[in-house]
């Protein structure tokens, strides 16, 4: 069983930095691979970015690359996601989520574990 925890969400103007946590309980949280979702209001919830356990494999979707960067820091069974240059757009809830398998995916249905989500909300 993991328990995830989001935390870092808030409210930034456009261009601004945000860096969102996600802190996994558990002695195991090394041998997940972990991803970041989010929803926005009437809109489905949308792959962002997935690092895999097995070697350190990090994936973004195409609308965030280059300016948001998945990291891990399995010591402090910790996953980080740094959005740098937010954009109007990115306003969602983000969630953690885990999945005890080595390789990361998109959909989300491949994820067994989620935490509750952290609001981001961008003004232009």
């Known amino acids: 069983q993991v328990q995830l925890v989001e935390s870092g969400g808030g409210s930034v103007q456009a261009g601004g930095s945000l860096r969102l946590s996600c802190a996994a309980s558990?002695?195991?949280?090394?041998?997940?691979?972990m991803g970041w979702f989010r929803q926005a209001p009437g809109k489905e919830r949308e792959f962002v970015a997935a690092i895999s356990w097995f070697d350190g494999t990090a994936y973004q979707a195409d609308f965030v690359k280059g300016r948001f960067t998945i990291s891990r820091d399995n010591a402090k069974n910790t996953v980080y996601l740094q959005m740098n240059n937010l954009k109007p757009e990115d306003t969602a809830v983000y969630y953690c989520?885990?999945?005890?398998?080595?390789?990361?995916?998109?959909?989300?249905?491949?994820?067994?574990?989620w935490g509750q989500g952290t609001q981001v909300t961008v003004s232009s």
């Open positions: 558990g002695r195991t949280f090394s041998r997940y691979t």
């Open positions: 989520a885990a999945r005890n398998r080595a390789y990361a995916k998109t959909n989300g249905f491949e994820y067994e574990y």
